[in-house]
Nanobody, 121 residues
């Protein structure tokens, strides 16, 4: 069984910073892309940032220059450093990973349970 668990969310003032962490655990043979998504109240879930196993990253335009995604392939973790936070960054943030469990049958897409980030103006 595979599990993704996020941590690091909370309440922060506009202009502040937070660092989200996500740990993948369980019977994992390999992890391909890892990503962070978010869903604000009344809006659809959107991709915030993605990082490949080789470290190539991409970001939604609204967070470029403010957020940084990184990963630790040994620890099976992904991080999201969020700086210069704005009220519009308020959302539930979800960790996502495309991974191959063991015994290896097929690639799976796993999701964390989500963690709330609230930015007060």
């Amino acid at each position: 069984q595979v599990q993704l668990v996020e941590s690091g969310g909370g309440l922060v003032q506009a202009g502040g910073s937070l660092r989200l962490s996500c740990a993948a655990s369980g019977n994992i043979l390999k992890i391909n892309d890892m990503a962070w998504y978010r869903q604000a109240p009344g809006k659809e879930r959107e991709l915030v940032a993605r990082i490949t196993s080789g470290g190539i990253t991409n970001y939604v335009d609204s967070v470029k220059g403010r957020f940084t995604i990184s990963r630790d392939n040994v620890k099976n973790m992904v991080y999201l450093q969020m700086n210069s936070l704005k009220s519009e960054d308020t959302a539930v943030y979800y960790c996502n990973a495309k991974l191959l469990p063991t015994p290896a049958i097929t690639w799976l897409e796993a999701w964390g349970q989500g963690i709330l980030v609230t930015v007060s103006s």
